[in-house]
């Protein structure tokens, strides 16, 4: 069935900076597409960006756009999210999740935690 | 494509009939999923394609809708049921989520 563990939250000042990695495990990594999710505490889902089975295709919420850079390492089964110049509002659980059909996410890390705060 | 998720919480009781409603702000294919949220987890997927079932999820849950109105429904709820729904349009860039709507016990 295969799993994704996402790492890397903390703990971070704001205008700092933090990568957060997410590895696949249990199924073909090279041949899905990937993306981050956050949740504000208490607040719904946030689509924050998306790479390509190939890494060449990327997309970006316009909230993060200039700020957060995403990347895969195929050989490494692992996805990253490079987050610079943090803000108070980008405090959240950043999920990890795989697309399955066209879009929509079959598969989802267990989140890891980023708190932006002086 | 801004999705508008209605009601924003419902209170129900086991064996209820509940339906939640998506609204998007321009029309698209039906690349819409619907996705069930407990608390301290993630969501997990329940509808993809507006109306298909994925599988390993019960039968009592069904999507319908096409265009800018999009409805999850559940017949019959259960006490696992209880949680928070998400719809997402899976059609263009950047990706959307609806508000959520929280299932209540009654």
């Known amino acids: 069935e295969g799993q994704l563990v996402e790492s890397g939250g903390g703990l971070v000042q704001p205008g700092g900076s933090l990568r957060l990695s997410c590895v696949a495990s249990?199924?073909?990594?090279?041949?899905?597409?990937l993306n981050w999710v956050r949740q504000a505490p208490g607040k719904g889902l946030e689509w924050v960006s998306y790479?390509?089975?190939?890494?060449?295709?990327?997309y970006y919420a316009d909230s993060v756009k200039g700020r957060f850079t995403i990347s895969r390492d195929n050989a490494n089964n692992s996805v990253y999210l490079l987050m610079n110049n943090l803000r108070a509002e980008d405090t959240a659980v950043y999920y990890c999740?795989?697309?399955?059909?066209?879009?929509?996410?079959?598969?989802w890390g267990q989140g890891t935690t980023v708190t932006v705060s002086s | 494509i801004q999705m508008t998720q209605s009601p924003s919480s419902v209170s129900a009781s086991v064996g209820d009939i509940v339906t939640i409603t998506c609204q998007a702000s321009?029309?698209?294919?039906?690349?819409l999923a619907w996705y069930q949220q407990k608390p301290g987890k993630a969501p997990k997927l329940l509808i993809y394609?507006?109306?298909s079932l994925q599988t390993g999820v019960p039968s009592r849950f069904s999507g319908s809708g096409s265009g800018t109105e999009f409805t999850l429904t559940i017949r019959g709820l259960q006490p696992e049921d209880f949680a928070t729904y998400y719809c997402?349009?899976?059609?263009?860039?950047?990706?959307?989520f609806g508000g959520g709507t929280k299932v209540e016990i009654k």
């Open positions: 997402q349009q899976a059609n263009s860039f950047p990706l959307t």
């Open positions: 249990g199924f073909s990594f090279r041949s899905h597409e």
């Open positions: 999740a795989r697309v399955f059909n066209y879009l929509a996410f079959d598969m």
């Open positions: 321009q029309a698209f294919s039906g690349w």
């Open positions: 394609s507006a109306s």
């Open positions: 790479i390509g089975a190939s890494g060449i295709t990327r």
